[in-house]
């Protein structure tokens, strides 16, 4: 079935850049997301991006897809404290149903 | 619209007892989700319905759940008897086709049930 990797922990200084990895398995995957996950909050959209691109850019936001690799990134450009979160990647296969990453929790350092 | 609701916000039990979770999904939305979350297993999907229909429920992990969704508006995860590893927060979600294959799932903020 399909499987979607994620580190676990990422700590970043606060005005740096933070990358976000993921590799999945599925190479039939319509549709790639990035989900954030506040402290005792339920997940919400942040962004996502359609198989056939290999890169969108919103804001502080760049989502890069090697398609080839099965590899997906998040990069967050001068990273605030309020980005502090757990950021999950999901992919679909063209249905409703997502299959979810482990999550990667993004930590800020002062 | 408020989002989609759960309750409640956190649930305390003990072994044994039935809990019932409950679920508003946002209206319009056709498909609903519950998944659990825990430190040790991440984000499961239990079960998902399209127009009050169960799709699939390959990820409820025993005949101790189970969920109805007996109108588009109201969705309920019962768990019975619960134990301690049932301990996790519980997210309900909802989504819409949109026809574009892009589906964006709008999470509730989550049941925190623990099971002493």
């Known amino acids: 079935g399909e499987d979607v990797e994620q580190s676990l922990f990422l700590s970043v200084r606060e005005g740096d850049s933070s990358v976000i990895n993921c590799t999945y398995t599925d190479s039939s995957s319509t549709y790639l997301y990035w989900y954030k996950q506040e402290p005792g909050a339920g997940l919400q959209l942040l962004t996502y991006?359609?198989?056939?691109?290999d890169m969108k850019q919103d804001q502080r936001l760049t989502v890069l897809l090697n398609k080839k690799d099965k590899h997906l990134s998040l990069r967050i450009a001068d990273t605030q404290t309020g980005d502090s979160a757990i950021y999950f990647c999901a992919e679909t296969t063209g249905n409703e149903k997502l299959t979810f990453g482990t999550g990667t929790r993004l930590t800020i350092i002062p | 619209d408020a989002g989609v609701i759960q309750s409640p916000r956190h649930e305390v039990t003990e072994m044994g007892q039935e809990v019932t979770l409950r679920c508003k999904p946002i209206s319009g939305h056709d498909y609903l989700f519950w998944y659990r979350q825990t430190m040790m297993r991440g984000l499961e999907l239990l079960i998902y319905?399209?127009?009050?229909?169960?799709?699939?429920d390959s990820g409820m992990p025993e005949d101790r759940f189970s969920a109805k969704m007996p109108n588009a508006s109201f969705s309920t995860l019962k768990i019975q008897p619960s134990e301690p590893r049932d301990s996790a927060v519980y997210f309900c979600?909802?989504?819409?086709?949109?026809?574009?294959?892009?589906?964006?799932?709008?999470f509730g903020p989550g049941t925190r049930l623990t099971v002493t």
């Open positions: 979600a909802s989504s819409f086709d949109r026809g574009t294959l892009m589906y964006e799932q709008y």
């Open positions: 319905f399209n127009n009050n229909v169960p799709i699939d």
């Open positions: 991006i359609f198989s056939n691109m």
